[in-house]
């Protein structure tokens, strides 16, 4: 199915986007020697499956309540909300089984419509969690700007991530979400994000929604078949800051035909391959 349409900015080739006159200093500060770590994989790691999963419905999914509520790993922020019921199954995947950020996601494929939860769990008839957020992927909208969503960024989840499917089509058309430390991120944001963190600003710093590309004269005949695949996707479409979270960590969906040993070879690709491309202008 299509994950917006054709001129949604997370659809764009960046391929030739100009670079940001701040890209060097950005990208010193945030380390030039720091490698991508894929966040996703085969197996599990404590436990719970690698990534962020996801589940798919169609338009006879029963739709359940949503409570929002604050805990003890994040606060209450149904007021920047989509309100429920959702189309979720009661027994929906919940990332890290319900430990850390607690993403749960259902797609819609008959409505093309995406539902997303934050530090989620599953409670009586419905579910309980920090925030939601609902996409209209036939359609060119944004979150109302200041808007979190089931991402810090304001940002959808799902068509950020690296999903096997891809892997088997043999191309990946859309950015690649990231993360990166707070202290490392500027407190605003660039289009389409929509919501900043608390920090500094200052021209060392990367606010959410910003992009980083692939160098074009990277050389990634050395890697396999699979993650040439993900690194040509970052050439055209970058990747894309999108929360705080470890430092070059880039999201993904948990399928038992990762090679897991084949993805940490991706470490080797640093930061000092990567370009800032133009930010724009930065929201405060």
Same mark, same amino acid.
């Given at each position: !199915?299509?994950?917006?349409?054709?001129?949604?900015? =997370?659809?764009?080739?960046?391929?030739?986007?100009?670079?940001?006159?701040?890209?060097?200093?950005? &990208?010193?500060?945030?380390?030039?020697?720091?490698?991508?770590?894929?966040?996703?994989?085969?197996?599990?790691?404590?436990?719970?499956?690698?990534? $962020?999963?996801?589940?798919? /419905?169609?338009?006879?999914?029963?739709? /359940?309540? $949503?409570?929002?509520?604050?805990?003890? *790993?994040?606060?209450?922020?149904?007021?920047? +909300?989509?309100?429920?019921?959702?189309?979720?199954?009661?027994?929906?995947?919940?990332?890290?089984?319900?430990?850390?950020?607690?993403?749960?996601?259902?797609?819609?494929?008959?409505?093309? !419509?995406?539902?997303?939860?934050?530090?989620?769990?599953?409670?009586?008839?419905?579910?309980?969690?920090?925030?939601?957020?609902?996409?209209?992927?036939?359609?060119?909208?944004?979150?109302?700007?200041?808007?979190?969503?089931?991402?810090?960024?304001?940002?959808?989840?799902?068509?950020?991530?690296?999903?096997?499917?891809?892997?088997?089509?043999?191309?990946?058309?859309?950015?690649?979400?990231?993360?990166?430390?707070?202290?490392?991120?500027?407190?605003? *944001?660039?289009?389409?994000?929509?919501?900043?963190? +608390?920090?500094?600003?200052?021209?060392?710093?990367?606010?959410?929604?910003?992009?980083?590309?692939?160098?074009?004269?990277?050389?990634?005949?050395?890697?396999?078949?699979?993650?040439?695949?993900?690194?040509?996707?970052?050439?055209? *479409?970058?990747?894309? &800051?999108?929360?705080?979270?470890?430092?070059?960590?880039?999201?993904?969906?948990?399928?038992?035909?990762?090679?897991?040993?084949? =993805?940490?070879?991706?470490?080797?690709?640093?930061?000092?391959?990567?370009?800032?491309?133009?930010?724009?202008?930065?929201?405060?």
């Amino acid at each position: !199915m299509q994950l917006f349409p054709e001129d949604h900015p =997370l659809n764009l080739d960046i391929s030739n986007a100009p670079i940001d006159s701040k890209s060097d200093q950005i &990208l010193e500060n945030m380390g030039l020697d720091n490698g991508l770590f894929a966040d996703f994989g085969s197996g599990t790691y404590q436990g719970a499956p690698i990534g $962020i999963p996801y589940t798919v /419905v169609n338009q006879g999914q029963a739709k /359940v309540p $949503i409570a929002f509520r604050g805990n003890n *790993y994040d606060g209450n922020y149904g007021e920047e +909300s989509d309100q429920g019921p959702f189309p979720i199954p009661l027994n929906a995947p919940i990332e890290g089984n319900g430990e850390g950020d607690s993403h749960v996601i259902a797609i819609d494929v008959d409505n093309g !419509m995406l539902y997303e939860l934050y530090n989620a769990s599953q409670v009586g008839n419905g579910f309980e969690a920090s925030s939601a957020a609902v996409f209209d992927l036939n359609k060119t909208t944004f979150r109302p700007d200041g808007w979190t969503s089931a991402d810090a960024a304001g940002l959808p989840i799902f068509p950020l991530l690296v999903r096997y499917p891809e892997i088997e089509k043999g191309e990946i058309d859309h950015p690649i979400r990231f993360t990166i430390g707070r202290s490392k991120i500027y407190e605003g *944001y660039v289009h389409p994000a929509r919501h900043l963190v +608390s920090g500094e600003r200052n021209d060392n710093l990367l606010p959410f929604g910003a992009r980083l590309r692939l160098k074009s004269d990277f050389d990634i005949s050395s890697f396999s078949e699979i993650n040439q695949i993900i690194l040509v996707a970052m050439k055209k *479409y970058g990747i894309i &800051l999108a929360d705080v979270g470890s430092d070059m960590f880039i999201s993904g969906a948990p399928n038992e035909l990762w090679d897991n040993d084949d =993805l940490r070879s991706l470490r080797s690709v640093t930061l000092d391959n990567f370009e800032v491309i133009d930010m724009g202008e930065i929201k405060n």
